[in-house]
C-alpha cells in the first residue's frame, strides 16, 4: 500500500468513524428522550479539535459527552461519555489501573448540592468526560464494577461505570449497557450495573475480588 | 425522482431540506409504482409498528394504489393539508386498507400549517372534528375524516375499511414522544379516539430499507428483471449516501497494512 493510499483510507476510516460514533450517541438520546429525559444543549456534544498547528494532539476528537435530567431543578443527572483516545500516557496509564482499555463508554450518575452547579455545557461535558478516573478525589471502587469519585470540574460526586464500545454494536445492547442503567441509576436504582450483572469493565484484577472475598 | 418533478416538488423555491424530503419520498414509495412485484416494499411496511408494538397488517397484500402529495381538509373546517403519500391496497381476508404516509428525514413533525386560512387550531363543529395544528394528529384525522381534494384518493380511502397513519423517520426507535404529542392533542378534542390512534398509527424508519436491500442484494438479478434490480441498487447507495443505513459500527472501516510486530526471542 502507499503512502497516498494509506493516508486516503486513514481519513476515510477516521471519517466512518465518527459517524458510527455520533450515530450511538443520536441512539442515547432517542431512548433517553423516550423515557422522558431532557438533554443539556441541543445536538452539542464536547469535542477538542483545535485548529492550532502546535497542538495537533487536539486535533482529533477524544470523546464526546452528553447529560440528561429529567427537571431543571433537579440535583441529580446523569450522563454518558464514550472515549476514544489518544488520551495521553498519564491518562492513559489511569484508566490502566482501573483495567479499563479503549475505546470506551463511561456512564454516571452526578449528584451536586444546588442545580445551578449544572449550569456551562463545556463543564459538564468535562466532567463527565473525567468521573471516576481523572481530575477527581476520594476514588472508591464499590461492587467491582462501579466507582465512586468527587469531581472537581463542578462540586458534585459521581457514580461511574465503564463498559468497551465495541459491546455497543446493536440497539439492544447500546439499550442494555447504557440507557437502561443510566436511567434506573436516576431513577434510584445506584448500583443496578452490578445487581444486574452486565457485561462492563470489572475495575480491579480478578485476584483481588477473590482476595476481598477471601478476607469476608 | 420523477414523482417529486410531477407534483412540482424540486422548485428552487421550496426549502432545500423539503426539497430532499420530497425526493426521498419520490424514490421509495415510487417502489410501489414501478417494480412488476411490490412485495419488497410492502415488507417495509411490515416493519412499521406502532406503540403497542404491532406490525402493519400487510399479509396478502394486492391490488397496491398509490397517490402523492394528497391535500385533504376536515368536515366543518376550510384549511387543508397535505400528505406525503396515501396507499391503498387488499389484505388478508379481503380487508380494504387505506394507508397515509408522512416522511420525515431531518425535520421532524411539521407541527405548524395547515394550509391556514385563520389561526392555527380552530374549535371542531357539528360537522366534525378541527385541526389540531400537530401534523400526525391532523394526518389521522384525515385519514378517519378527511375530504380529499382528489376525487380518485377520495374514492379510495372512502372504500376502505381500514384507515391508518405510517411515520417514516429516521429515527433509530419509534419516536414516543412525537407520538405522545400527537395523541394528546387529539385525545383533548376527542377522547374516544384515544385508543384508536394508538392503534392505527404505525412507524417504520427509512433504514429498514436498506437493511432489506441488502439482505437481498444476491437476489435482486435473479428476483427482478434487469431495470428493476438496478432501481434498487441504485435506492440502497441513494440510502447510503443520505446515511440512511442499519447501524452497523466498524464493519465498513477499511483494511490498513497489519500492523508491524516485534519479533520474539
Given amino acids: ?216 | 425522482m420523477l414523482a417529486a418533478e410531477l407534483h412540482d416538488k424540486i422548485s428552487p423555491e421550496r426549502p432545500a431540506h423539503q426539497r430532499m424530503e420530497d425526493v426521498l419520498t419520490s424514490h421509495v414509495f415510487s417502489l410501489f409504482r414501478y417494480l412488476s412485484n411490490p412485495a419488497l416494499p410492502f415488507r417495509l411496511l411490515g416493519r412499521a409498528v406502532n406503540l403497542a408494538g404491532q406490525t402493519l397488517p400487510i399479509s396478502e397484500a394486492r391490488g397496491c394504489r398509490l397517490f402523492f402529495w394528497q391535500k385533504f381538509g376536515l368536515p366543518g373546517s376550510r384549511k387543508r393539508r397535505e400528505i406525503d403519500a396515501v396507499l391503498g391496497w387488499t389484505a388478508a381476508e379481503g380487508r380494504a386498507i387505506a394507508l397515509g404516509v408522512e416522511n420525515k428525514d431531518r425535520s421532524g413533525a411539521s407541527n405548524t400549517a395547515a394550509d391556514a386560512l385563520e389561526e392555527e387550531t380552530e374549535e371542531g363543529t357539528d360537522a366534525g372534528p378541527a385541526f389540531t395544528g400537530n401534523q400526525l394528529a391532523d394526518e389521522y384525522l384525515g385519514m378517519r375524516h378527511g375530504r380529499w381534494g382528489n376525487p380518485e384518493c377520495e374514492r379510495l380511502v372512502q372504500a376502505t375499511t381500514q384507515r391508518l397513519l405510517l411515520y417514516v423517520t429516521r429515527h433509530h426507535e419509534l419516536p414516543v414522544l412525537e407520538f405522545e404529542r400527537a395523541l394528546g392533542e387529539v385525545a383533548a378534542r376527542h377522547p374516544d379516539m384515544r385508543a384508536e390512534l394508538e392503534r392505527d398509527v404505525y412507524w417504520v424508519n427509512w433504514q429498514a430499507l436498506h437493511g432489506l436491500l441488502t439482505q437481498e442484494a444476491t437476489a435482486l438479478d435473479v428476483t427482478y428483471p434487469v431495470g428493476e434490480a438496478n432501481l434498487l441498487r441504485d435506492v440502497r447507495s441513494m440510502l447510503e449516501a443520505r446515511g440512511l443505513k442499519m447501524f452497523q459500527p466498524y464493519a465498513d472501516l477499511e483494511e490498513l497494512d497489519e500492523l508491524i510486530r516485534p519479533e520474539i526471542a
Fill in chain 1, 1 to 216: 500500500m502507499t503512502e497516498r493510499e494509506k493516508i486516503e483510507r486513514t481519513l476515510r476510516n477516521m471519517h466512518r468513524l465518527c459517524q458510527h460514533w455520533a450515530e450511538t450517541l443520536s441512539i442515547i438520546e432517542e431512548r433517553m428522550k423516550n423515557a422522558h429525559f431532557a438533554m443539556k444543549g441541543e445536538t452539542y456534544a464536547r469535542v477538542e479539535p483545535s485548529g492550532s498547528f502546535d497542538k495537533p494532539e487536539a486535533w482529533v476528537p477524544r470523546s464526546l459527552a452528553r447529560f440528561y435530567r429529567r427537571a431543571d431543578d433537579s440535583t441529580k443527572g446523569v450522563g454518558v461519555c464514550l472515549h476514544f483516545g489518544p488520551y495521553s500516557p498519564s491518562q492513559v496509564e489511569a484508566l490502566d489501573q482501573l483495567k479499563v482499555t479503549l475505546p470506551a463508554a463511561s456512564v454516571s450518575l452526578v449528584e451536586v448540592t444546588t442545580a445551578a452547579a449544572f449550569k456551562g455545557q463545556r463543564k459538564l461535558h468535562k466532567m463527565l468526560s473525567e468521573a471516576g478516573w481523572w481530575n477527581v478525589t476520594g476514588q472508591r471502587i464499590v461492587r467491582d464494577v462501579l466507582v465512586e469519585s468527587n469531581v472537581k470540574t463542578i462540586p458534585g460526586q459521581a457514580l461511574t461505570y465503564f463498559v468497551d464500545l465495541f459491546s455497543l454494536r446493536t440497539l439492544a445492547g447500546i439499550a442494555q449497557l447504557v440507557v437502561d442503567p443510566m436511567v434506573k441509576m436516576y431513577d434510584g436504582e445506584r448500583e443496578h450495573v452490578a445487581e444486574a450483572r452486565l457485561q462492563v469493565f470489572r475495575l480491579r484484577e480478578e485476584e483481588a475480588v477473590a482476595e476481598d472475598r477471601t478476607g469476608e
